[in-house]
């Protein structure tokens, strides 16, 4: 048998990272709808985004904690996944673009408080609108494919967003050959210096954002 080609349901990232901000924007000029309906759009505009720049495997996105793997220093929020959590078995550390800085304060402080109905919520990033409780990998999954089919009109599960962050890297990162490849924290045999590694992935993750974000501001 033969894989299915994944072709048709192909988006490149700054496409998703447009809707994703854009449903953002939206949800909080929407005064007119219940402060559920607009949490709930935010929250789901802001997994699109954050998914689109910072890659990484559903498990880990799904099971994000405030204060432990997505933490504030100073003023930049960090994504700090541990070896033991990491499908390569090495820390995945990465600084959150910051132009999703503004938008995650208002979600932890607007947004998810609408959600968590009580002052001592999970300290899950991502929360249910039907219980306030942390959202179960299957939820997640459903949010995000659900979301993309209907801002985008193709399903794009969370697996999918790491080939449309190879695809997008390929197509406009030619310069740079092996961004898709430690963007996706891949490595090479050959390479066993855990610290090059760690570093390789960590410039990787910024200047895909970097350039994602310079394709959507049209530079």
């Known amino acids: 048998m033969r894989p299915r080609s994944k072709f048709h349901r192909l988006v ?6 447009e809707a994703g901000m854009t449903l953002i924007a939206e949800a909080d000029a929407a005064a007119h709808r219940s402060a559920l309906a607009r949490a709930r759009q935010f929250r789901n505009g802001l997994m699109v985004a954050l998914l689109a720049l910072h890659l990484m495997r559903l498990k880990n996105f799904a099971a994000l904690e405030i204060g432990r793997s997505f933490k504030k220093i ?3 929020w960090w994504i700090v996944l541990s070896a033991l959590e990491t499908k390569e078995s090495r820390p995945d550390e ?4 910051a132009c999703l800085t503004t938008w995650i304060d208002r979600y932890l402080n607007i947004h998810r408080p609408v959600f968590a109905r009580t002052g001592d919520p999970p300290t899950a990033l991502w929360l249910s609108s039907n219980d306030g409780g942390a959202m179960s990998y299957s939820a997640v999954e459903k949010a995000i494919s659900s979301t993309t089919l209907a801002t ?28 898709a490849s430690a963007l996706l924290h891949h490595t090479d045999r050959a390479v066993t210096e855990e610290h090059y590694n760690r570093a ?3 410039s990787a993750a910024q200047a895909y954002a970097a350039f994602i974000r310079a394709i959507r501001n049209g530079d």
């Open 12 to 17: 490149y990232s700054y496409v998703l990272l």
């Open 200 to 202: 390789s992935s960590l």
């Open 152 to 179: 985008v009109g193709i399903d794009v599960s969370p697996h999918l967003f790491r080939t449309a962050a190879a695809s997008t890297a390929a197509v406009h990162a030619g310069n740079a050959p092996h961004l």
């Open 74 to 76: 100073n003023d930049t």
């Open 94 to 97: 990465r600084a959150v673009d």
